[in-house]
């Protein structure tokens, strides 16, 4: 079938990379984004953003070169027999081929009717929380992943007493026990204090948290950076099977024809289990493999990119190769204090507290692989 119209769901990063591959490879017909916002770019939110707020207006999407009709509203139902996406102000929209680029919403921790949780995922968001940091003395970030200790920098930085309570030891689960005991020691000289444990919020506006053992802390800002979930709902009687996001092939197809999906949204079926990877990167190559998909083109990227980064107590970190990193590493280039170069076998490339650019690490990642170092 020729394809006359697509629909996008969602113009962010995953959104938005599908409607810029639609055009550049060549694709004239119909292009209709459905989406409240233009559209974030988010990774900027916990870093620059928190920190001055210039940097707001450089982080929203631009589709205005790309001849789209923006239908700014939310999706609410997928008709698929009818091949039509019905939105919130009522308009329906017929599709050849739709990608749900919808991504994911701040996971929340607030008992029902508790007020005042604070989380980060939109531009909003971080507008609020960089008027909080201003205006405390002290914080509480729940949630020791990257996204916990980007925040727990922010804060610090701006000179407030943060305390970041996780019942896991921060960053283990995705960067091992190695570069998470380095980062760590790093946040600590910054001034950010640890505690082990699960965390109840109290009050209401929330105060503080309540420790498994019973003790509370208090602080002026408390912000839950427990992960995110989904943005989905919209697709519940779709016949979409979903599995903690929507789930895709290698060539970001559905189970549904013509359907195809992308970025934190997604999930890929890899054998008999399903891989959620909420990075920039993926949510970047899913969206290539998605638009090359809809047009019948060969897909000519991977859909799932295992590129990650991050920057955390003022070290930039990037990482190429699958997370989690696993035993201790060998260093490549040492550039004093654990930072420098390293390489986990021939499985993954870290650039810790060094400016290195992705091409260079992947290179040396085939290098190693070459060599067959283990
Ligand atoms: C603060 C922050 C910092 C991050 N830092 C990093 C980092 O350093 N490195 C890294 O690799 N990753 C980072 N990430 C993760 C990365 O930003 C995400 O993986 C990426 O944003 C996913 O893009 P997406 O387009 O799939 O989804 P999203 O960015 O969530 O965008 C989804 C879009 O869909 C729209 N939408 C939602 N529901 C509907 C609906 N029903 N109808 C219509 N439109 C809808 C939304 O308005 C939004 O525009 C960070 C994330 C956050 C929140």
Request: a negative charge; one cysteine or more.
């Amino acid at each position: 079938m020729t394809v006359r119209t697509v629909v996008v769901v969602g113009g962010s990063t995953a959104g938005a990379t599908v409607l810029r591959d639609l055009r550049a490879r060549g694709y004239e017909g119909r292009l209709t984004l459905v989406d409240p916002e233009r559209g974030t770019n988010r990774p900027p939110l916990s870093k620059a953003v928190l920190a001055d707020a210039g940097h707001e207006a450089t982080v929203r999407m631009d589709h205005s070169s790309l001849d789209v009709e923006h239908v700014q509203a939310s999706a609410t139902r997928l008709d698929h027999e009818a091949r039509t996406v019905i939105a919130s102000d009522g308009s329906e929209h017929r599709f050849d081929a739709l990608v749900v680029a919808t991504g994911s919403r701040a996971r929340r921790i607030a008992e029902a009717g508790q007020t005042g949780e604070i989380v980060l995922r939109t531009v909003e968001d971080a507008r609020h929380l960089r008027e909080r940091i201003a205006d405390a003395s002290s914080a509480i970030v729940v949630g020791g992943g990257f996204l916990g200790l980007e925040v727990a920098t922010a804060a610090a930085k701006a000179g407030l007493a943060v305390t970041v309570v996780d019942v896991d030891p921060p960053l283990q689960r995705l960067l091992g026990e190695h570069l998470a005991a380095s980062i760590c020691e790093r946040a600590a000289a910054l001034g950010i204090a640890f505690r082990r444990s699960g965390a109840a919020l109290v009050g209401g506006p929330v105060r503080g948290v309540r420790l498994d053992d019973g003790e509370e802390i208090m602080a002026d800002a408390v912000v839950s950076c427990v992960g995110d979930e989904p943005a989905t709902d919209w697709l519940r009687d779709s016949g979409l099977e979903l599995e903690q996001g929507v789930v895709i092939d290698d060539h970001a197809r559905t189970n549904l024809a013509d359907v195809y999906a992308a970025g934190d949204a997604a999930v890929v079926r890899v054998g008999d289990t399903v891989v959620r990877g909420p990075f920039w990167a993926n949510a970047v190559t899913q969206g290539r493999v998605a638009a090359a998909s809809v047009l019948g083109l060969p897909v000519d990227a991977p859909v799932v990119d295992h590129y990650f980064w991050t920057e955390i107590a003022g070290l930039p970190l990037k990482v190429v190769g699958p997370l989690p990193l696993e035993g201790e590493p060998r260093v490549l280039e040492d550039a004093g204090e654990g930072t420098g170069l390293l390489a986990w076998g021939s499985s993954a490339v870290v650039a810790y507290g060094i400016r290195r650019s992705v091409p260079r690490l992947r290179a040396v990642l085939r290098e190693l692989s070459e060599r067959g170092a283990g």
